[in-house]
Every structure is written in structure tokens, then in C-alpha cells.
């Protein structure tokens, strides 16, 4: 997508409408996670408004985050929690921390959000780096069948109500891997356009990622709950570890 910014794309107007948008599996991520946590600090990348980091600091766990967008970090520390994470902003790819965690973990697909093989493997060599020995990295992404597409692309009807009809249209390039996204609202104020670009990556190859910043895959799961990854699987829930 010519002249896309991965930085602006999670923009006040996405900010603002963000901690409404729950998936539904919030308490499984929770409980997911908070079992790998210990008594340890976690931190999560790409933190947003806090869907997650939120609830999981409420149960105790210790969590740090790491955001590019202001606009998100703005709506977080509106929220419930959002004031007591502290928050660095920058690439979330760089691991811009000092401190090393037993839990890092990036979720809700945000992986597909750095757009190039190298990126996505600087990011699994830096969490590495950040890793205590008995440390763990949870990735949860989308798998590529869920992307439903019919010759590289789809139009998916997102809501159809009396004042809005809101579609999500995509083109898909096998080559790069990259996904032009649009979410596009229609009502009788206009047409409102949400782009986004995402790189999709098999799980095999996240595994090479991992095993080149020294990691192996421990455990897979086809959602938050623990049930089995297939070719059904609509979610793709992995654990790295030494
Ligand atoms: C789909 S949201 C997920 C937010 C949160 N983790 C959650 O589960 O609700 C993606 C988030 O990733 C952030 N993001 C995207 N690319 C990033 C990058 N390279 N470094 C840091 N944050 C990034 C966006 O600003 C946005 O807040």
C-alpha cells in the first residue's frame, strides 16, 4: 500500500473506539499468561490500551509495555489500571528495555504489524536478549485460512446497520507476504477509510525465526484455552523458549 505509516495507523480515531473492542477471549488470554508469569515482571509488546495488560496486572502480575502509537497509550491511561504500567515508547521490534523478563509476550496478531522478514526476526533475536534462562515468549497470530481469501483477496461485510455499513477489503501478495487492508465505513457522514498493512507468516516460519535468535518452540495451541492447533484453527497461540 503506497505511502502506508505503520506508526500513524493506530491513530486517535482507532485509539478512541479501541477498549470497546474486546475479542471475547480476554479471560483465557489472562489466565494463559498470568500462569507463565511467576512471580516475575512481564512485558508485553505492543501494548495499546491495555485489553490485556490491564486485567493481567490486576491478578498481580508486575508488567511493563512497550508502544509506538501515543493515541493508544493516551486512551490506556484513561482505563481502569492504565495509570500503574509503565510504557516506553518506540519499536516494539527493538526491545527498547533494560530490564530481562520470564514472560514477553505480543498478542491480538500485532507480530504481523512489522512488515518485513528482517524486522519480525530482529524482534525474536532482541526478546531473546531480553529473556531470563527459564524465560518465555508468547506469540499469538493469525493463521493464513483465516484470512478466507478467494484469488488473493476478500470483502468482508463487518456490520450492516441502519446508519453504518462497515466492510473489511484486502489484497493479498504471496510474494511479500503483505496484506493491504482497509476497514472502510460507510454512513450518511462519508466514506471513512482504516488502512493497514500486516506481513503473514506461516508457523514454520516463526519457528525459524525463533531458532535463529536461539529459541524453540515449546507449545502450540489453536486458541487461549489450550485446544489443539489444526487446520480448522481460526488462532494460533505459540510458546518459544531456551
Ligand atoms: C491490534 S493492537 C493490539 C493492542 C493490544 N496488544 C491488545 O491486545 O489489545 C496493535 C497495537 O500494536 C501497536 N504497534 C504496531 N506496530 C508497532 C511497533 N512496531 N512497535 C510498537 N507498537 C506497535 C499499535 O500502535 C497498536 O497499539
Known amino acids: 500500500m503506497k505511502d502506508f505509516d505503520p506508526a500513524k495507523s493506530f491513530g486517535p480515531a482507532i485509539a478512541e473506539g479501541d477498549p470497546y473492542r474486546l475479542r471475547g477471549d480476554e479471560d483465557e488470554t489472562v489466565a494463559f499468561l498470568r500462569d507463565l508469569a511467576g512471580d516475575e515482571r512481564a512485558l508485553e509488546l505492543a501494548i495499546g490500551t491495555g485489553r490485556i495488560?490491564?486485567?493481567?496486572?490486576?491478578?498481580?502480575?508486575?508488567?511493563?509495555?512497550?508502544?509506538?502509537?501515543?493515541?493508544?497509550?493516551?486512551?490506556?491511561?484513561?482505563?481502569p489500571g492504565g495509570t500503574d504500567i509503565p510504557v516506553t515508547m518506540g519499536?516494539?521490534?527493538?526491545?527498547?528495555?533494560?530490564?530481562?523478563?520470564?514472560?514477553i509476550y505480543v498478542v491480538y496478531n500485532t507480530i504481523h504489524n512489522l512488515l518485513t522478514q528482517d524486522d519480525q526476526v530482529q524482534c525474536f533475536i532482541?526478546?531473546?536478549?531480553?529473556?531470563?534462562?527459564?524465560?518465555?515468549?508468547v506469540v499469538e497470530a493469525l493463521p493464513h485460512g483465516a484470512l478466507h481469501l478467494s484469488d488473493n483477496q476478500y470483502v468482508h461485510a463487518e456490520s450492516v446497520e441502519l446508519k453504518e455499513v462497515r466492510l473489511d477489503v484486502a489484497r493479498y501478495d504471496p510474494v511479500?507476504?503483505?496484506?493491504d487492508e482497509s476497514h472502510v465505513s460507510l454512513s450518511p457522514g462519508g466514506v471513512r477509510l482504516f488502512p493497514i498493512v500486516t506481513r503473514h507468516i506461516w508457523p514454520s516460519e516463526m519457528d525459524l525465526m525463533a531458532r535463529i535468535a536461539g529459541l524453540r518452540l515449546r507449545e502450540r495451541w489453536g486458541a487461549?484455552?489450550?485446544?489443539?492447533?489444526?487446520?480448522?484453527?481460526r488462532n494460533i497461540v505459540s510458546v518459544f523458549g531456551r
Open 53 to 79: 495488560a490491564r486485567p493481567l496486572a490486576a491478578t498481580g502480575v508486575r508488567l511493563d509495555g512497550i508502544e509506538i502509537s501515543q493515541a493508544m497509550v493516551d486512551v490506556l491511561r484513561t482505563q
Open 91 to 103: 519499536n516494539y521490534r527493538d526491545v527498547p528495555v533494560d530490564s530481562t523478563y520470564r514472560l
Open 126 to 137: 532482541n526478546v531473546a536478549n531480553h529473556l531470563t534462562d527459564d524465560g518465555v515468549f
Open 176 to 179: 511479500t507476504q503483505l496484506l
Open 224 to 233: 487461549w484455552d489450550r485446544r489443539p492447533y489444526d487446520g480448522a484453527s
